[in-house]
């Protein structure tokens, strides 16, 4: 039985099915224990501006800029949920963190450290997992409206930064290539794994 509250990440390329499968997982941990789903760009006032204005393209800012935003955000996220949640023992289940600006942004041209620094204070996740699609998959999975965010070049990079934080440790990487059933197993499996260990 888990006690106190995790921090658990879900990262992934657009279209990985990582949002899917962060769902699927808060809803199996929830049948023992509180559990929450929520995401990044998160549902508080920078997250939803960048949402409304900056995903789709109708405002470009500089990259810089685009990284400032998102770790606004992150603080509040944390600040405003992630952090209550855990106070209060919950699993919380994020889709997408630190680690998607380090791959888009990073990808797009910016230093990893600099992202890195003015993500000083968000929080360290106790386990990140990386979906892991090859970027032809996933565009070929995607149907609704692309986000500036999606050509096959541009996945391509951002896999590459992504695999780098695997093979340093920070990442554990899933097969996200098997059908969906079998990597929402391979998930769950990952995060018993990791909460038992932790017991
Ligand atoms: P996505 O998970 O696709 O949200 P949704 O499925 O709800 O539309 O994320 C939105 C986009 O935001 C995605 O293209 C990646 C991008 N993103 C960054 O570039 N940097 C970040 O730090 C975060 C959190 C997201």
Redesign the pocket.
Known sequence: MVTKGAFIVLEGL??SG??TQAKILAAKLKRSHAAVYT???SHEKIGVF??NRI?YGEIRPPTSV??LL??A??IEHIQNEVQPLLNEGCLVVS???????????GS?GLSLEWIQAVNFYSLKPDLALFVDVAPETVLARLK?KK????TLETQRK?REVYLKYVKAGDLKRIDGEKPKKEVATDILSAVMAFLIARC
């Open positions: 657009d279209g990582k949002s995401a990044e760009p960048i949402r995903l685009e990284a998102f770790a955000d992150r889709d997408r963190y630190v680690y998607s600006s380090l791959a888009y942004q797009a609704r986000s500036v965010m999606e951002v």
